[in-house]
């Protein structure tokens, strides 16, 4: 892949609509989409993209953007970068707090896990990686940073 790929086409694979994506952005439920500066496009990484992918599958499960933001964006922390990170589970608690496995209030005390949501961090990048291969080679050009 180029250095990155642009909010379109980025949301086009994440099955997003680029304009929702913005007021998501602009309204603080997606914090770690990419910096931009004005009049310039956010520039998506292969991470990024996966993230913003983990964002969409979230939304059209109507899950509320601010949690669907705060799951996506904490997925990510855990995984920009870290090759070695191939699945992270989020699991609901007693509360209904949702929180990641390892990083639970009490992780020695494995309370109910009645619900949990499985991140295929390792198929997730196979995909968009796919994806992104396959624009950059049949897509349009303007859709990619300059490398």
Known sequence: MRSGVRTKKACEIARVDPARFNEMVH???????????????RIFDLDQTVALKIFGNLLSMSVAPERAGQIACTAYQMFEG????ERLVYSCDWSSEWFLEEEGPFPQLRM????????DISELREQVGDALKWEEQFGKGEDYAAS
């Open 27 to 41: 309204a603080g439920h997606y914090p770690c989409a990419p910096q931009t500066r004005p009049g310039s496009a």
């Open 82 to 85: 870290q090759q070695n990170v």
């Open 112 to 119: 109910s896990r009645a619900l949990s949501l499985v991140l």
